[in-house]
């Protein structure tokens, strides 16, 4: 029983007798990951580069930067999680970096999504209250306000800071884990304890930490879709396609894991007690690589989607990137609704 209550923080567990299918997945899963720290780490720092050094702050550079971060704080622990898969789950770096990586990357993945969200109720404030956003939507007040999603998230993390830790097993592997053993005075407590912590932990990953954020994303959208064909503001359309793009690939990369995660919750007694459903082990890699691979494509969006294709060849790329950053509002002392219209616009167009 002791074994069970030590659960890998990916929710995988090292098979002795791989199948060939179980294998490639594993070996391709290590390849896109091995990618998306390349990809990621550059793509990134360029991001962090061109809007935190390039560019004055803006709401908007604030927003994407802080993303930015996000991604590539994530990214940066990639050849850690590297490693442990090829040595299947096993961890050579010892207790400090156990604890360090794994909070590094729940902070940054929670905050990512949570990013996203607070970014699209930003446009949707500029396109409902354009008056309001005109006067009060300031670099200061953006400052404050996007150190909620950080907060919330590094709160959401307090799991992995309290259970995780290294653990040998009987034949001497060190492996990262959830670690709920020394919790409880017996077998039947630990193990119930165990079951809560999971289940509580697989139930707040799922709501919190991906439906309501996806939830306050599609609401923003249906606001802003309603308002732009109400006022016929055609050329909205594509000021909006990063943003688009950006939940767009969020979601695709993510909703495979959330999926694969949320059954192992539902399903975490059974697994743990009666050794059921071991066919989910089988989804962990591939769907946990395909949602790492996320980090790395905001990058390319901003550039790809951003501008004509045109205007990508005959600009740099630090250029591009400028462009898809930039607020474009027209400054003037009238604060009336005929004015403040079309500056809802311009605050659209450079997404």
Known sequence: MERNLSIPVNGSQEMLHESAGYTVLRILSLVVIGITFVLGVLGNG????????????????????????????????????????????????????????????????????????????????CVLHPVWAQNHRTVSLATKV?????????ILTLPVFIFVTTINDETGNIYCTFNFAPWGNSTA??????????????????????????S???????????????????????PLRVLTAVVASFFLCWFPFQMVALLNTVWVKERLLEGKYKILRVFVNPTSSLAFFNSCLNPMLYVFVGQDFRERLIHSLPASLERAFTEDVTQTSDTTVKSALPSAEAELQPM
């Open 46 to 125: 360029l991001v962090i580069w061109v809007a935190g050094f390039r560019m004055a702050h803006t709401v908007t550079t604030i927003c994407y930067l802080n993303l930015a971060l996000a991604d590539f704080s994530f990214t940066a622990t990639l050849p850690f999680l590297i490693v442990s898969k090829a040595m299947r789950e096993q961890w050579p770096f010892g207790w400090f970096l156990c604890k360090a990586v794994h909070i590094v990357v729940d902070i940054n993945l929670f905050g990512s999504v949570f990013l996203i969200a607070c970014i699209a109720l930003d446009r949707c404030i």
């Open 146 to 154: 996007i150190m909620v999603p950080w907060i919330l998230a590094l």
């Open 216 to 238: 306050i994303i599609a609401i923003c959208y249906g606001l802003i879709a309603a308002k732009i064909r109400k006022k016929g503001m055609i050329q909205s359309s594509r």
């Open 189 to 214: 407590e630990r193990t119930k304890f165990t079951i809560s912590m999971l289940t509580a932990r697989g139930i707040i990953r799922f709501v919190i930490g991906f439906s309501m954020p996806m």
